[in-house]
């Protein structure tokens, strides 16, 4: 087996580190990830200059683009067999609800997903980071577990696992997306250049939350495993659409 590893947090993050390590027990690994923190990058190509894949000390490949080009790149040319799946992660923080659109981490994997290659995005839901280890072996499990029952049909899974020692977790359960509060308002500040500059705010916090959201599984200490699609038709507005073009 052939997986493809990247992420949004970098080609040096710790917790592509482990996933590596992990997965190695189990696939043939190929690590194509961004050279620096594209962490918001989304579904993002680079269309308007090349870009450059450069090798690491450690074996992996990082690439001067976004995640979305890693994958990209990787899947039609960069590598010589196609992977048999592509998975993104270990990102350092959740990747929930409204998190998804904006998420290089899941726009890694969805990338694949478009390519014909199944595809998970990971995401360790907290910013400390302490328990990585937890994160890659959900993962392993949940890698073996396609291999043995493989799902019929396009597969795009979104993980995110409690940042808890494995022995904590109680469980993994499917969900859907919860939604967020909209976000904080826009941080002002004047540089030492005596300009004014904005920071984007913060994620608002969870808005539904309730039972058989994602939110609501971490929250309980289980893994969240969502699965996602791309079609963003409002399939329930195409008949009012048509009444309203006859108004």
Not at 31 to 43: F, L, M, Q, T, Y
Not at 73 to 88: E, K, Q, R, W, Y
Request: some cysteine.
């Amino acid at each position: 087996m052939r997986i493809l590893l990247s992420n949004d947090d970098g080609y040096f993050s710790p917790g592509l580190a482990r996933l590596a390590e992990v997965l190695a027990s189990v696939a043939e690994i190929t690590v194509v990830a961004p050279e620096r923190d594209r962490s918001g990058a989304s579904n993002s190509l680079t269309l308007d200059r090349p870009l450059e894949v450069k090798r690491s000390a450690n074996g992996f490949l990082f690439v001067n683009g976004t995640p979305t080009d890693c994958v990209h790149l990787a899947v039609t040319g960069l590598l010589d067999h196609l992977p048999d799946m592509v998975v993104s992660g270990i990102n350092l923080g959740a990747n929930m609800g409204d998190d998804t659109i904006y998420s290089g981490t899941v726009a890694a994997a969805t990338e694949g997903y478009l390519l014909g290659v199944p595809a998970l995005a990971v995401s360790l839901a907290s910013k400390a980071g302490k328990h990585f280890d937890t994160a890659a072996r959900v993962t392993l499990e949940m890698v073996e577990r396609l291999q043995r029952v493989p799902i019929s049909g396009p597969v795009l899974l979104n993980l995110n696992v409690p940042d808890l020692a494995y022995d904590e977790l109680r469980g993994i359960e499917i969900t859907r997306l919860g939604k967020r509060h909209k976000a904080e308002p826009v941080i002002k500040e004047v540089n030492p250049r005596k300009e004014t500059v904005y920071w984007v705010g913060p994620a608002g916090s969870a808005q539904d939350a309730g039972e058989g959201t994602d939110f609501y599984a971490v929250a309980a200490k289980r893994v969240s495993v969502t699965p996602l699609q791309v079609d963003l038709t409002h399939v329930n507005q195409i008949p009012l659409m048509r009444d309203w073009l006859k108004r």
